[in-house]
């Protein structure tokens, strides 16, 4: 494959992409961040949970 043409198919398939208007984007970059705090917490809960258990019966 020539490479000039892959970066004309490139150029030409990215003038296709539907790209997100500015609130639309601040709304999914808050859902993204949002859910990551949560999974973080969730499993950090998890964790803390599970280590406590493993001290209790394990020491």
């Known amino acids: ?25 601040f709304r999914y970059t808050v859902t993204v961040v949002s859910t990551v705090a949560f999974v973080a917490v969730f499993f950090a ?7 406590q258990f493993l001290e209790l019966f394990f020491e």
Request: net charge positive; hydrophobic share 45%.
């Open 1 to 25: 494959m020539n490479i000039m043409k892959f970066f004309k198919d490139v150029v030409r398939e990215m003038k296709k992409v539907s790209w997100p208007k500015g609130k639309e984007l």
């Open 45 to 51: 809960v998890v964790d803390l949970g599970i280590s």
